[in-house]
């Protein structure tokens, strides 16, 4: 095992252990917890399987988290996969088999299920069966096979990836918006109160100001702050020992990092501002289309620096006058 591969093991560890035991222990999406108690609630009276769950929004922001928390507080086993696992119907026709009446099914990346997958899902969520081909050709048979009611959890961060039918398919849809600033520190105190970290008041607003308003980047960033205030000072993070992180990662006050700010200056430096189509920005950044329409664009349009337009993408004067200030055009 690498030294990267032990770090990674440990930061996910860590990760596992920060998730929310319960609704009341999540910070944010306040709107989606109230209507997600009530929806379980209900399907608990009724005791029914919950409906079908779709959650939707950018990388880090909780969706996984909530798939456990629909668990934990309907008492469901909760079994997990991801989109690019199931490649053909046998993979989803096993996975469907070994469930039991109010199980939840949790896939990650829901998005990138082939096409044969989401069909063949169809009549498992609406009619809780599933066709099973055997054999080819002329001698081929169907085998349909019958599963106890289950409920779909899908995450993804491609909501127009999935087909129109597919998506009528869940009974709930839920947008997760990005957290406010207060919520970032919320989390980074509860966060540095299950690890143990001495963390300051000014620390804790650097942290949260840089963290991209994502709970996934401001765990991080406290832990790579902890480290870091192991190494060079006493385990105390103060403001000097932030600081010193998000310069060490090459990272701002606002969390933009090089790509951000790549992105930001060749569109003002090499096409006057935009529009830019998405091809011509990964060709500049070397970095791929998914990548920048996922993870880079969406806080760039969140903090307007970046404004999306049918003709391509656009700098704002908002992202001038913070380059300019910078010096860095």
Request: hydrophobic share 35%.
């Given at each position: 095992m690498t030294i990267f591969q032990k770090i990674n093991e440990e930061d996910a560890i860590l990760d596992t252990s920060l998730r929310p035991m319960s609704f009341s222990e999540f910070v944010g999406q306040n709107n989606i917890k109230k209507n997600l108690q009530i929806l379980l609630e209900a399907a608990n009276k009724r005791k029914e399987a919950v409906e079908h769950i779709l959650f939707h929004g950018s990388a880090g922001l909780g969706k996984t988290t909530l798939a456990y928390l629909v668990a934990r507080e309907t008492n469901r086993n909760l079994k997990i996969t991801s989109?690019?696992?199931?490649?053909?119907i046998g993979d989803l026709a096993a996975i469907l088999s070994n469930l039991t009446e109010g199980d939840i099914l949790f896939i990650d990346e829901i998005h990138r299920?082939?096409?044969?997958i989401e069909e063949a899902l169809?009549?498992?969520?609406?009619?809780f069966y599933i066709d099973i081909i055997l054999g080819k050709g002329p001698s081929a048979k169907t085998l349909q096979?019958?599963?106890?009611?289950?409920?779909l959890i899908g995450a993804t961060t491609r909501l127009s990836l999935l087909s129109s039918p597919f998506r009528s398919r869940f009974g709930v849809l839920y947008r997760l918006d990005f957290y406010s600033q207060d919520d970032i520190k919320q989390i980074i105190e509860r966060s540095a109160k299950i690890l143990n970290i001495q963390i300051d008041k000014k620390a804790v607003e650097i942290l949260s100001k840089a963290s991209r308003q994502t709970p996934r980047i401001a765990n991080r960033l406290l832990k790579r702050a902890r480290d870091y205030a192991e190494v060079k000072g006493d385990g105390l993070i103060n403001e000097e020992i932030a600081?010193?992180?998000?310069?060490?990662?090459?990272?701002?006050e606002l969390g933009l990092e090089k790509t951000d700010i790549l992105i930001l200056q060749s569109l003002i430096e090499k096409f006057k501002g935009g529009p830019v189509g998405i091809k011509t920005l990964s060709a500049i950044s070397n970095e791929e289309e998914e990548t920048i329409s996922t993870i880079y664009e969406p806080y760039l349009m969140q903090i307007g620096f970046l404004n999306r337009t049918p003709k391509g993408r656009i700098v704002t004067e908002a992202a001038y006058n913070y380059l300019k200030q910078k010096n860095l055009i």
């Open positions: 989109g690019p696992a199931l490649k053909k299920l082939n096409t044969s169809y009549p498992a969520m609406e009619d096979l019958s599963l106890p009611p289950f409920t600081c010193n992180t998000l310069k060490m990662l090459e990272i701002d």
